[in-house]
C-alpha cells in the first residue's frame, strides 16, 4: 500500500471525460494494481479511481494509469507532500453471520434433529411465493414443510404459514402437509401463533449441530 | 537475452509450466513475481519455470541461444500467447523493460517483472530411484483417489510413498476409505529406504504428466535448501518439485486384514454400471446395499416411501450366510474404477456372523493373484450402518 499526498489535478479519458482542479489530495496506489484518489471526505468513495488490471507509469511529474480498455488517469503532480509504502499482507477477509444459511446445510443434511422420523426430499422447494427451507417426508408419509430461522419470531411464523397455504393445493404433493419453524430460539408470541395456526416449533442448538459426530462410520 | 525455439517444443512446456502457477490471484506485491514464468536462457538449453513456495515445475528444451540470460514475463499471457502462435521457429529476446516474441510475421512485446525478485528455485534432491512413467502414472491414480479433499485433515490429503528396496508402497486414505498398491521400481541401491507423503493433488498431476509413452520417471526424496523435505519427480526433461505434507500418516497397514475368511466375486464391469444405475435414486450420501445370497448379488438404493427406488441383481460366486451391507455408491465406484481386473473381489471380515461382516471394513480386490500372495492392489472401504 503506497499512500502519496500531493498537490495535483486530475484527468480521465475514456467512456467520459471528467477533469479535478488542482487541489491537495490523497493518492492510493495498492497491491493489486489499483490507484485511487481521495479528497478528505465522502467516506470510503474516492474522486476518482482506476480498478485492476492497469498500469501506472510514473514520469515527470505526471502520472499515466491505463487498462485494458484504453481508458487512462492522468494526474499531474505539482507537489508531493508525502510518498510512503507499507506492507500490510494478506488480509484475513471480512466474515458475515452465515448461521442461517449453515444450519439450512446442517439440517439437509440430518433431518432426523429436527424430528426423528423426517427424511429429507429437497432443499429450496419452490412453492410459488418463494422457497421453502427444506422439504420433509414424515414417518407416515406426509409432506413437512420446515422453514428455517436463526430467531423464531412472528415473521418466521407468518411466512410458514403462506408456504404451507400453497402446498396444500399442490396436487403433486404427498398429503396432508404440516410446517415446521426451526430456530435456534423461538420467541412465545411466535410459539403461541404458531400452535394457532396448526404448526410445530423446534429449537435447535447450531453449536451441538456442527459438533455432531459424522453419521458415517470411518476405518479410524 | 536471446533464443530461438521450436514452436510446439516452447509451446508444451511454457503450457505444462504454467500449470504450476498460483491460481488465486496474489495480492501481495511480493508474491506478485509468482505470477511469472521464469525463462532460463542461461545454457545449455532454455528453462521454462514456474514456483509458488509448494511445488516447482520446470521443463527444458533445446534452445539455440545467441545471447544468455533471464527473464519472467507474466506466466498467464506467455500461456496463451504460445498457444496461439503460428507455425514457424520462435524467436525470444529481451529489449529494455520487455520481453519480444516473434514467430513467423507475428511479434509480441511483453513487459517482463523484475526477475532478481525472483526466489531460488529448489533444486532436485539426489535421485532415489527409477520406474515406468506409465505404471506409475497407473498406480498414483489408483490410489489418489482415496485421499481426503478436506484441508482441515491436512495429513490425509497427501499420498505416502514408501520405499523399501525394489518395492514403492503408495497409501492414501480419507478415513472412509483407504487404497494401497504396491510396486517394483528400480531403486538406485539396493537398500533404498524412505518415507514422503506428498500433496496427492501434486503427485497426480504430476505422475500423469510423466505417464506418456516410454518416459522413465525418476524419483527423487530429500531436503530443500532450508531444510524443509522435499520430493522430485524428473522424466522427459521435465521435473517437479513439491514440498511434502507435514504430519504424521495413520499406521494404515494395522487396517488391512491378514487374510478375509468370506469372499465374494463379481464381474467388475456389469457391476460398476449397476451400481452407476441404482445410484441415480440415492440421495448425496445415502447408501446402496448389497445383498449377497448364494450366486446372487442384489443391488438396492432408495427407501420405501422414499422418492424412488432401484434395485438390479447380478450373478456372483459366493458361498456363505445371506449377508446385507451397504457402501457409499461414489466410494464403491472409485474403488471398481481403481481395479485393474475382469472381477472384483469383496473380502468380508467374517464367515459365520453376517451381522460382524457387514459391520466391519470390506476389502475390495481385484481376482486372486494366488494363495498366500497379497495382491498388488488393495481398497478397503467401511460400511455405512443400515437402519434397523
Known amino acids: 500500500m503506497r499512500l502519496v499526498i500531493a498537490r495535483c489535478s486530475v484527468d480521465y479519458v475514456g467512456r467520459l471525460n471528467a477533469h479535478l482542479p488542482s487541489a491537495v489530495r490523497l493518492l492510493l496506489v495498492k497491491a493489486d494494481g489499483s490507484v485511487s484518489i481521495h479528497a478528505d471526505g465522502r467516506a470510503y468513495k474516492p474522486l476518482n479511481w482506476m480498478s485492476p488490471p492497469c498500469v501506472l507509469t510514473e514520469g515527470e511529474g505526471l502520472w499515466r494509469i491505463t487498462n485494458k480498455a484504453d481508458e487512462s488517469l492522468l494526474i499531474t503532480i505539482e507537489e508531493v507532500m508525502h510518498d510512503s509504502t507499507h506492507e500490510l499482507g494478506v488480509d484475513p477477509g471480512l466474515r458475515k453471520d452465515g448461521v442461517e444459511a449453515h444450519l439450512q446445510v446442517l439440517l439437509a443434511d440430518r433431518p432426523d434433529a429436527i424430528r426423528e422420523d423426517l427424511t429429507l426430499v429437497r432443499r429450496e422447494y419452490e412453492t410459488g411465493i418463494g422457497p421453502v427451507d427444506l422439504l420433509c417426508r414424515s414417518g407416515d408419509g406426509a409432506s413437512v414443510a420446515v422453514e428455517i430461522k436463526r430467531r423464531g419470531e412472528i415473521d418466521g411464523v407468518e411466512q410458514l404459514t403462506r408456504y404451507v397455504a400453497r402446498m396444500v393445493e399442490d396436487p403433486g404433493l404427498p398429503h396432508p402437509v404440516h410446517g415446521i419453524l426451526v430456530a435456534q430460539s423461538i420467541t412465545p408470541q411466535a410459539r403461541l401463533l404458531a400452535t394457532d395456526r396448526g404448526l410445530a416449533t423446534v429449537t435447535v442448538n447450531y453449536d451441538a449441530l456442527r459438533g455432531l459426530e459424522p453419521s458415517i462410520p470411518t476405518l479410524f | ?388
Open chain 2, 1 to 388: 537475452m536471446r533464443f530461438r525455439v521450436e514452436r510446439d517444443e516452447f509451446t508444451e512446456a511454457v503450457a505444462w509450466t504454467a500449470r504450476s502457477l498460483p491460481s488465486r490471484t496474489a495480492t501481495a506485491a511480493q508474491q506478485q513475481v509468482l505470477t511469472g514464468l521464469l525463462l532460463d536462457a542461461s545454457g545449455p538449453g532454455l528453462v521454462v519455470a514456474a514456483f509458488d513456495y509448494e511445488v516447482a515445475a520446470q521443463a527444458k528444451l533445446e534452445a539455440t541461444i545467441s545471447e544468455e540470460g533471464r527473464a519472467l514475463a507474466p506466466g498467464k499471457m506467455l500461456a496463451e500467447i504460445t498457444k496461439q502462435l503460428p507455425a514457424a521457429p520462435v524467436e525470444v529476446w529481451t529489449e529494455g523493460n520487455g520481453l519480444v516474441i516473434a514467430c513467423g510475421n507475428a511479434r509480441f512485446t511483453l513487459r517482463t517483472m523484475p526477475v532478481e525478485e525472483y526466489p531460488a528455485l529448489p533444486p532436485l534432491p539426489p535421485i532415489t530411484g527409477y520406474i515406468e512413467g506409465g505404471a506409475f502414472g497407473a498406480a498414483v491414480s489408483q490410489v489418489a483417489v482415496a485421499a481426503g479433499r478436506d484441508d482441515t485433515l491436512p495429513v490425509l490429503t497427501g499420498v505416502r510413498l514408501e520405499i523399501e528396496g525394489d518395492v514403492l508402497t503408495l497409501a492414501a486414505t480419507d478415513r472412509y476409505r483407504l487404497a494401497v498398491r504396491t510396486l517394483k521400481w528400480r531403486p538406485e541401491s539396493p537398500d533404498a529406504a524412505g518415507v514422503a507423503l506428498i500433496p496427492a493433488r501434486t503427485l497426480l498431476d504430476t505422475a500423469r504428466s510423466l505417464s506418456g509413452g516410454s518416459v522413465e520417471v525418476a524419483i527423487a526424496l530429500g531436503t530443500g535448501p532450508s531444510g524443509e523435505a522435499l520430493a522430485g519427480f524428473a522424466g522427459n526433461g521435465r521435473q517437479t518439485t513439491t514440498r511434502l505434507v507435514d504430519g504424521q500418516f495413520p499406521p494404515y497397514r494395522k487396517l488391512l486384514p491378514d487374510s478375509c475368511p468370506l469372499i465374494a466375486a463379481v464381474e467388475k464391469a456389469p457391476l460398476l454400471e449397476a451400481v452407476k444405475r441404482v445410484a441415480l435414486v440415492a440421495p448425496k450420501t445415502a447408501p446402496v446395499k448389497l445383498a449377497f445370497t448364494e450366486d446372487h448379488l442384489e443391488l438396492e438404493a432408495g427407501s420405501n416411501g422414499g422418492e424412488a427406488q432401484a434395485s438390479e441383481t447380478l450373478p456372483s460366486t459366493y458361498s456363505g450366510p445371506d449377508l446385507a451391507v451397504a457402501f457409499n455408491p461414489a466410494y464403491l465406484q472409485d474403488a471398481l474404477n481403481a481395479i485393474d481386473s475382469d472381477q472384483v473381489e469383496f473380502g468380508f471380515a467374517s464367515a459365520d456372523d453376517a451381522e460382524v461382516a457387514a459391520k466391519k471394513p470390506a476389502i475390495l480386490t481385484g481376482k486372486g493373484a494366488g494363495e498366500g500372495e497379497a495382491p498388488d492392489y488393495r481398497y478397503l472401504l467401511m460400511p455405512i450402518q443400515l437402519n434397523g
